[in-house]
C-alpha cells in the first residue's frame, strides 16, 4: 500500500421541530458534545458535520460554550460544516422556491455562527430526485451526499465504482453526487474497529486502474452514537468505541487519511457522470409500501441478504418517499395545505412580516412528521401538531390584512374530485366530500392549533412480528426476567412496552375525521364500534356527497351535502338522504351543522343513526392534560377511555397544554359514545401505544315513516378556556 485511500465520516445531528426539549438536550450530551470531546483530543480526525436549524436554534440557547468549542475545530479545519434545507425538509417536495431558500437561510447561520461558507449538504434522509440538482446549485452549493443504493440502482459496481464522487446535472445545473457506503454505515459503530481496518486494508489493495485515490464515506445519524438504547455507553463509556477508532484511525495515518467531502471534492477530480433516479436508502423503499407489499419485500430482501445474493437485491428498491402521500391521507392532507400557504405566503410584499411568515412556513415543511419507518414520525402527536401550528401561523400571516371569510371549490388534495376550503377568523376549515363529506380540519388560529388532528388506525407491516411473538409466547416486557440467550422461543422475540399490546391492533376501514354518518345495527356495542368490528348499514361513511351549495358573502358562509344513499335490512334496501349543512361567520368562533334525514321508502324504518366527531388534543392520553367534562363544572374524564353515556346535549373536550376547549351542543339528547384512537408502533426496537385523538358518536334511535324527515342541529364552539389544575 504505497499510495493512502482517504476516509470520509460525516455525522448527521438533527432534531424535529416540534421536539421535546428534554429529548433534545439528552442528546446533546450522550451524542453532540461527546463527539466535539473526541474530535478535540484526536487533532488530526477530521470529519464533517451538519446540524438542522431547528436543533441549531436550540443549542444557541441552550448550549453556547458547545457552539464555540465548534467553532475552534472548524477554523482549524478539522470539522467541514454542512449545509441542508434549515428545517430538514423533504427537498423534493416542496417549492423550489423554498428549497433554495431554506438552504440559503441555513447557509447565512453556518456564515454568522462559524464564519465559514458551505460548500455541501445533507438531504434528509437522501431522499433524491433527479430534478434538485438545479436547485441545490442555485443556492451556492457544490455537492450532495447520497446513498450508495442510488446508485447501485442504475448499474454501478458496488465493489468498485463507490469510492469517489460524481457529477450530476439538471439543466445544465451540476453538482457532485457522493455515495455513502452501506458496509461502512452499518459497520461503525457495531463491528469491531479492527475488522473495519481489516476491510479498508482490503479495499486499498485493490487495483486503482488510473482513477484517483479511493474515497470511502460513512455517513449516518450522530444519535446513533449515544441515543440509540446502550449506544452511549458502548460508544463513549467503557465501550470506548469511537475513542478506539479515532485511535486507530491517528495510528494508521500513513495508509488511511481521514478528510471531508469539501477537501476531497477540491483535490481530486470525479470518477464521471451520473444521473440518479427516484430514490433514498434501501428502507425507506420498504416503508413506503403499503403493509403487506412492505412486509413481502422485506423479507425477501432479507432472504437474498442471507444468500449474499447482492446482485439481485440492488434491483429491489420498493416504493419512493411520495408513496407516503398515497399511504397516509393525513400526511397528503398536511403537503397539500403546505403548498397552498407556500402561494400565499411567497405572493406577500417583502419585508419583515413576510420574513417571519417564510420561518413558520418553512417550519411547517420539516420532514419528520410526513412519512414513518423505524421511529415514530407520523405517529408522533407533537410533531405532527408542531408543522401545523407552524403552518396556521404562517397563513394567518399571509391573510392578516383579510377581513372576511373567504370560501374555495377546488381539488385541494390532488385525488381529482373537488374539495371544500373555508379561510377566515378565528375559524377555518377544510371539507372532503368524496369521503363521506367529512371535515378533514378546523383551525383555531388565536391558537394556531388544528382540533381536528388526529390519525387513522392503520396495519403496519412490523405488526406481524408482534401477533407472531404473541401466538410464541414470546414477547419481552420491561418487568420480564432476562430471557435466555439460545432457548426457544425467545429466538424470535420481540420487546414491548406493556401487555396486551397486539390485542390493540386495531384497524379502520375508512378515514377517521368529524361528521361521518353511520346507521348501526340494534345489537352494535360500543366495543365492537371502537374496535371496528361491526357491520355498517349505510353507504354514507365513505362514500362521496354531492355539494349542494358552497356560499360565501364574507361575512357567512353556508356548505350544504348531500347524499342519496341507501339502508340495508338483511337483503332489503331502503333510500335514505342526507342533507347536511354548515354554517360559519366571520369573527365568531362557533359553527353549526344542521341535519335532515329524509326516507323515501314504501315501509317505516326504525334507525339508529349516528354522526360522527373528532379531537386531537396533543397528550390526551393523560388527564392532567387533556379531559371530557359532560357540562362546564363537570368532573374531568379521561379523552383515552371507552365510554357510553345516555341522554348528553352538551359535552367539551378541553386541553391544558393548549388552553382550548372544543364545546359540542345538540339539539337533541343522544347516546354518545367515545373511544381513543390508539395506534401500536415500533420504535427502537420496541412496540408501543400512541395516542392519536379520540372518537366521538353522537346516536339516536329514530323511526322514520314513509316521505318524513327527522332534523338535528349540532353546534361547535372554540374557546381558551380550559381550566388548569
Given at each position: 500500500?504505497?499510495?493512502p485511500i482517504y476516509?470520509?465520516l460525516v455525522?448527521h445531528n438533527?432534531?424535529?421541530?416540534?421536539?421535546?426539549?428534554?429529548?433534545?438536550?439528552h442528546?446533546t450530551h450522550?451524542?453532540y458534545?461527546?463527539?466535539i470531546?473526541?474530535l478535540e483530543?484526536?487533532?488530526?480526525?477530521?470529519?464533517?458535520?451538519?446540524?438542522?436549524g431547528?436543533?441549531?436554534?436550540w443549542?444557541?440557547h441552550?448550549?453556547r460554550?458547545?457552539?464555540?468549542r465548534?467553532?475552534?475545530l472548524?477554523?482549524a479545519?478539522?470539522?467541514?460544516?454542512?449545509s441542508g434545507?434549515?428545517?430538514?425538509?423533504?427537498l423534493?417536495?416542496?417549492p423550489?422556491?423554498d428549497k433554495?431558500g431554506?438552504?440559503e437561510?441555513?447557509n447565512?447561520e453556518?456564515e454568522?455562527l462559524?464564519g465559514?461558507t458551505p460548500?455541501?449538504?445533507?438531504l434528509?434522509?437522501?431522499i433524491?430526485?433527479p430534478?434538485?440538482?438545479?436547485?441545490i446549485a442555485q443556492?451556492?452549493?457544490?455537492?450532495?451526499i447520497?446513498d450508495d443504493a442510488?446508485f447501485e440502482a442504475?448499474?454501478f459496481?458496488?465493489?468498485?465504482?463507490?469510492?469517489?464522487?460524481?457529477i450530476?446535472e439538471?439543466q445544465?445545473?451540476?453538482?457532485a453526487?457522493?455515495?455513502?457506503?452501506?458496509?461502512?454505515?452499518?459497520?461503525?459503530p457495531?463491528?469491531?474497529?479492527e475488522?473495519?481496518?481489516e476491510?479498508l486494508?482490503?479495499q486499498?489493495r485493490?487495483?486503482?486502474?488510473g482513477r484517483?485515490?479511493?474515497?470511502m464515506l460513512?455517513?449516518?445519524?450522530?444519535?446513533k452514537?449515544?441515543?440509540?438504547?446502550?449506544?452511549?455507553?458502548?460508544?463513549?463509556?467503557?465501550?470506548?468505541?469511537?475513542?478506539?477508532l479515532?485511535?486507530?484511525?491517528e495510528m494508521?495515518?500513513e495508509?488511511?487519511?481521514?478528510?471531508?467531502?469539501?477537501?476531497?471534492?477540491?483535490r481530486?477530480p470525479p470518477?464521471g457522470?451520473?444521473?440518479?433516479p427516484?430514490t433514498?436508502?434501501a428502507?425507506?423503499?420498504?416503508w413506503?409500501?403499503l403493509a403487506d407489499?412492505?412486509q413481502?419485500?422485506?423479507e425477501?430482501r432479507q432472504?437474498l441478504?442471507?444468500?449474499r445474493?447482492a446482485?439481485q437485491l440492488?434491483?429491489?428498491r420498493?416504493g419512493?418517499w411520495?408513496n407516503?402521500?398515497?399511504?397516509?391521507?393525513?400526511?397528503?392532507?398536511?403537503?397539500?395545505r403546505v403548498?397552498m400557504?407556500?402561494?400565499?405566503v411567497?405572493?406577500?410584499?417583502?419585508?419583515?412580516?413576510?420574513?417571519?411568515?417564510l420561518?413558520?412556513l418553512w417550519a411547517?415543511?420539516?420532514n419528520?412528521?410526513y412519512?414513518?419507518?423505524?421511529?415514530?414520525?407520523v405517529y408522533l402527536?407533537n410533531?405532527?401538531?408542531a408543522?401545523?401550528?407552524?403552518?396556521?401561523?404562517?397563513?394567518?400571516?399571509?391573510?392578516s390584512?383579510?377581513?372576511?371569510l373567504?370560501?374555495q371549490?377546488?381539488?385541494l388534495d390532488?385525488?381529482?374530485h373537488?374539495?371544500?376550503?373555508?379561510?377566515g377568523?378565528p375559524l377555518s376549515a377544510v371539507?372532503?366530500?368524496?369521503c363521506?363529506?367529512?371535515m378533514?380540519?378546523l383551525d383555531?388560529?388565536p391558537?394556531?392549533?388544528?382540533l381536528?388532528?388526529?390519525?387513522t388506525?392503520?396495519?403496519?407491516?412490523?405488526?406481524?412480528r408482534?401477533?407472531?411473538a404473541?401466538?410464541?409466547g414470546?414477547?419481552?416486557?420491561?418487568?420480564?426476567?432476562a430471557?435466555?440467550e439460545?432457548e426457544?422461543p425467545y429466538?424470535r422475540a420481540?420487546?414491548a412496552?406493556?401487555?396486551?399490546?397486539?390485542?390493540?391492533l386495531?384497524y379502520d376501514?375508512?378515514?377517521r375525521c368529524?361528521f361521518?354518518?353511520?346507521f348501526?345495527s340494534a345489537?352494535?356495542t360500543?366495543?365492537?364500534?371502537?374496535?371496528?368490528?361491526?357491520?355498517e348499514?349505510g353507504d354514507?361513511?365513505?362514500q362521496?356527497?354531492?355539494?349542494v351549495?358552497?356560499?360565501?358573502d364574507?361575512?357567512?358562509?353556508?356548505?350544504?351535502?348531500q347524499r342519496?344513499?341507501?339502508?340495508?335490512f338483511?337483503d332489503a334496501?331502503?333510500p335514505?338522504n342526507i342533507?347536511k349543512t354548515?354554517?360559519?361567520?366571520?369573527?365568531?368562533?362557533?359553527f353549526?351543522v344542521h341535519?335532515?334525514?329524509?326516507?323515501?321508502?314504501?315501509?317505516p324504518l326504525?334507525?339508529?343513526?349516528g354522526i360522527e366527531s373528532?379531537?386531537g388534543?396533543e397528550?390526551g392520553?393523560d388527564i392532567?392534560?387533556?379531559?371530557?367534562?359532560l357540562?362546564?363544572?363537570?368532573e374531568r374524564l379521561?379523552?383515552?377511555a371507552?365510554r357510553?353515556?345516555?341522554?348528553v346535549t352538551h359535552y367539551?373536550?378541553?386541553?391544558?397544554l393548549h388552553n382550548l376547549?372544543?364545546s359540542t351542543a345538540?339539539?337533541?339528547?343522544?347516546f354518545?359514545?367515545q373511544?381513543?384512537l390508539e395506534t401500536?408502533?415500533?420504535?427502537?426496537d420496541s412496540f408501543e401505544?400512541?395516542?392519536?385523538?379520540?372518537?366521538?358518536?353522537h346516536?339516536?334511535?329514530?323511526?322514520?315513516?314513509?316521505?318524513?324527515r327527522?332534523?338535528?342541529?349540532l353546534?361547535?364552539?372554540v374557546?381558551q378556556?380550559?381550566?388548569?389544575?
Open positions: 500500500m504505497t499510495e476516509l470520509s455525522f438533527h432534531q424535529p421541530v416540534g421536539q421535546f426539549s428534554y429529548v433534545t438536550e442528546s450522550v451524542s458534545l461527546p463527539l470531546e473526541a483530543h484526536h487533532p488530526k480526525v477530521r470529519v464533517a458535520l451538519h446540524y438542522s431547528a436543533l441549531l436554534e443549542l444557541k441552550n448550549q460554550e458547545m457552539l464555540e465548534l467553532r475552534a472548524v477554523a479545519g478539522q470539522v467541514e460544516l454542512l434545507g434549515y428545517y430538514e425538509p423533504i423534493a417536495a416542496i423550489d422556491e433554495i431554506q438552504i437561510k441555513l447565512d453556518l454568522t462559524f465559514v460548500s455541501g449538504m445533507w434528509a434522509e437522501r433524491w430526485e430534478h434538485l440538482a438545479k436547485p443556492a451556492a452549493l457544490r455537492y450532495v447520497l442510488h442504475v448499474g459496481d458496488p465493489a468498485r465504482d463507490m469510492f469517489g464522487y460524481y450530476t439538471e445544465g445545473y451540476a453538482i453526487v457522493f455515495p455513502a457506503l452501506k458496509y461502512l454505515r452499518y459497520a461503525i457495531w463491528q469491531p474497529v475488522g473495519v481496518l476491510w486494508r482490503e486499498a485493490q487495483p486503482r486502474h484517483p485515490p479511493p474515497l460513512m455517513a449516518d445519524n450522530g444519535e452514537f449515544g441515543t440509540y438504547g446502550g449506544a452511549y455507553e458502548y460508544c463513549w463509556g467503557e465501550g470506548r468505541y469511537m475513542e478506539d479515532f485511535t486507530a484511525l494508521n495515518a495508509w488511511l487519511k481521514t478528510i471531508t467531502p469539501g477537501q476531497y471534492l477540491s481530486f470518477l457522470r451520473a444521473y440518479l427516484a433514498s436508502y428502507e425507506m423503499g420498504v413506503s409500501l407489499d412492505g413481502r419485500l422485506g425477501l432472504r441478504e442471507r444468500e445474493r446482485d440492488r434491483f429491489l420498493g419512493i411520495r407516503f402521500l398515497v399511504k397516509y391521507e393525513e400526511v397528503n392532507l398536511l403537503h397539500k403548498l400557504v407556500s402561494r400565499k411567497h405572493a406577500m410584499r417583502r419585508g419583515r412580516k413576510r420574513d417571519r411568515a420561518e413558520r411547517a415543511q420539516c419528520d412528521p412519512w414513518h419507518g423505524f421511529s415514530g414520525g402527536f410533531l405532527r401538531a408543522n401545523y401550528a407552524n403552518l396556521i401561523a404562517a397563513e394567518d400571516a399571509a391573510e390584512e383579510e377581513n372576511e373567504r370560501l371549490t377546488f381539488d390532488q385525488d381529482g373537488n374539495d371544500i376550503v373555508l379561510l377568523t371539507w372532503s366530500p368524496v363521506g363529506g367529512g378533514v380540519e383555531f388560529r391558537a394556531a392549533y388544528n381536528y388532528n388526529v390519525l388506525r392503520r396495519k403496519e407491516s412490523y405488526h406481524a408482534l401477533h407472531q404473541a401466538a410464541e414470546a414477547i419481552i416486557l420491561p418487568t420480564s426476567p430471557p435466555p439460545s426457544s429466538s420481540v420487546r412496552k406493556e401487555p396486551g399490546l397486539e390485542q390493540r386495531i376501514w375508512h378515514r368529524a361521518l354518518d353511520h348501526l345489537s352494535t360500543v366495543d365492537e364500534f371502537y374496535r371496528a368490528q361491526y357491520a348499514q354514507f361513511v365513505n362521496p356527497y354531492e355539494i351549495e358552497a356560499t360565501c364574507g361575512m357567512r358562509a353556508c356548505i350544504t351535502l342519496a344513499g341507501s339502508v340495508w338483511g334496501q331502503h335514505i342533507r354548515f354554517q360559519f361567520f366571520y369573527g365568531e368562533s362557533a353549526q341535519y335532515t334525514l329524509s326516507h323515501h321508502g314504501k315501509q326504525e334507525l339508529r343513526f373528532v379531537v388534543f397528550g392520553q392532567t392534560n387533556s379531559a371530557l367534562r357540562s362546564g363544572e363537570g379521561s379523552l383515552s371507552l357510553e353515556l345516555e341522554g367539551s373536550a378541553d386541553t391544558v376547549t372544543l345538540l339539539s337533541r339528547p343522544a354518545l359514545w373511544f381513543p401500536v408502533t415500533l420504535s427502537n401505544r400512541g395516542y392519536q385523538g379520540t372518537v366521538f358518536l346516536l339516536w334511535h329514530i323511526r322514520l315513516a314513509p316521505n318524513e327527522w332534523e338535528v342541529a353546534t361547535q364552539s374557546s378556556t380550559a381550566t388548569p389544575l
